[in-house]
């Protein structure tokens, strides 16, 4: 039995170990130089420009923006990113082009990313505190850079919010630009349920099926259960562009100069706290 044990122990954990932890060395060399090409790529070197990552208190709790953009004189263009709790930082990157045109202002709200703390109260999780949060930032704004109005970005979830912020202030925005507009959301699931569930009966997919009818019509009490609904809907959805994979999402955001380990450790636990709330 002790031979067995130190059979073992030789034969198969240290090699593991060893190849674990060359693994990780590895990941750690390939996202530094990663990191380091993102920023080299996107440097700002103009003397009017800005770059910069704060931390800043609205509703009286600590959140993170970043603020990027080559001439500090441009307008301000405040994204609202979606999830709920998917934060837009770790890729602003990808759109780096806007901070030629504009002061771009990414934020990763309460509960999403860098702004995910266990210190956040539950009861704050709501739209109506998003709504007030995205106001006060935005007079922050105006105010900092001496401006009347700025852009307002918002995707999906983002949406959700946005709207009614530009709705009660019109006169803080030059425009309201939506991406994915979030209409009728409880209407919106129900008719991906009732897709999901008739292109699993035209595939004869019992797995589909069994998965479908065990979570039944949303709405969902929990994010589990919405997971599973989008995950059928993804594998039957006819996308006129190429679905991205997780990874290429994953290999995107470890690019990124903005985010640290932490913070990308962060951002499943901030998309899980936040959809499970809101």
Known sequence: MKHLFFWTLRFIVLPLGILLAATVVVLILLRLYAQHKTAREIRITD?????????????????????????RSKPILLFLHGGPGFPQMPFSHLNAE???EFVVVQWDQRGAGKSNSWSIPKETMKVEQFVSDTHDLVQMLLRRFRARKCYLVAHSWGSVFGTLVVARDPQLFCAYVSIGQVADYPESQQVRYQF????????????????????GRPPYPSFDQSDLLEKWVSHYADLSYPNISR???AWWALESPAYSWIDLIKIPFGVRYSSARL
């Not at 990552?53 to 990027?68: A, C, S």
């Not at 008739?198 to 589909?208: H, L, M, P, S």
């Open 247 to 249: 990874w290429r999402m």
């Open 47 to 71: 003397s009017r420009g800005i770059h910069s990552i704060e931390k800043v208190k609205l509703g009286g709790l600590d959140q993170w923006i970043q603020i990027r953009g080559e001439d």
């Open 98 to 100: 806007l901070e030629k």
């Open 196 to 215: 999901a569930l008739d292109a699993a009966r035209r595939d004869q997919n019992e797995k589909a099926l069994t998965t479908l009818r065990r979570i």
